[in-house]
């Protein structure tokens, strides 16, 4: 066909690769759309969330009894990430409840996840931990260190059943930032603290990828910053 039967002044040579390219580009930009568990992984704080309000990104859950849970983001300017951290705020004293904060789209299996945490307060208990693994909100582990009785320890939570398998006494002092660390692979689990390795355990309950999140215990009023998140394998859903 010649251009100028139809009153084009270019080539259509000329016009097709103009209007191709656009269509090719987007084509690249959704095929390297990151999936919901790689958005979930590497650093994460709570800068820019507004303080008074639940972080978004994240889904509140409860083991046990007692009131629904309360994470707020609260100001915190002694924060090792930003003066805006994210605790459990209701004061719920049931012995019983642990309230969770789960990451969304953290479907991963071999992983090595760190938090940094401040205890504040807590009459009841005043605990930080750390869940991997998560089916739901009955069944998952979790390591946890506790202010108020001097160690860390790693349960495994199945049917909401609480049962401790691993754990060592060491000081955690309240009203100053700590870091708190677990790597599963496989069924070998590794806790850290401060860095340091304080003890490891095998437990194959839990063998498949499930989520990420952080953890308290009754009326602990703990302060979360600084959640890191790397998977060890290609494990993500």
């Known amino acids: 066909m010649d251009p100028s039967a139809c009153g ?33 992984t590497g650093k994460i704080d709570f800068e820019g969330t507004q303080v008074g309000s639940a972080p978004p990104g994240f889904s509140p859950g409860l083991t046990g009894k007692g009131s ?3 994470w ?12 805006k951290v994210v605790a459990e705020t209701s004061g719920d004293r049931t012995d019983y409840r642990f309230p969770l904060l789960v990451l969304d789209g953290s479907e991963l299996r071999d992983i090595q996840v760190t938090v940094a945490f401040k205890s504040v307060s807590g009459r009841v208990d005043q605990a930080a931990g750390l869940v991997v693994r998560l089916r739901d909100f009955d069944n998952y582990y979790v390591v946890r260190a506790n202010a108020l009785e001097g160690n860390v320890r790693l ?20 009203g100053r930032w700590e870091t708190l660390g677990l ?7 590794e806790v850290r603290f401060n860095g340091e390795v304080l ?14 999140g952080l953890w308290t ?20 859903n």
């Open 68 to 70: 629904s849970p309360a």
């Open 199 to 212: 003890f490891e355990a095998r437990d194959r309950t839990f063998m498949d990828a499930g989520k990420i």
């Open 183 to 189: 790597q599963v692979q496989d069924d070998r689990l």
């Open 8 to 40: 084009c002044r270019f080539p259509l040579l000329t016009v097709l690769p103009i209007l191709v390219l656009p269509v090719l580009i987007l084509a690249v930009c959704l095929s390297t759309e990151p999936s919901g568990a790689q958005q979930a």
């Open 155 to 174: 349960y495994k939570v199945v049917g909401g059943k609480r049962s401790q398998f691993a754990g060592k006494d060491v000081p955690v002092p309240s």
């Open 217 to 236: 215990k009754a009326d602990s009023v703990t302060y979360f910053d600084d959640l890191r998140v790397e998977p060890l394998s290609k494990s993500a």
């Open 72 to 83: 707020k983001v609260v100001d915190d300017p002694t924060a090792p990430a930003g003066a």
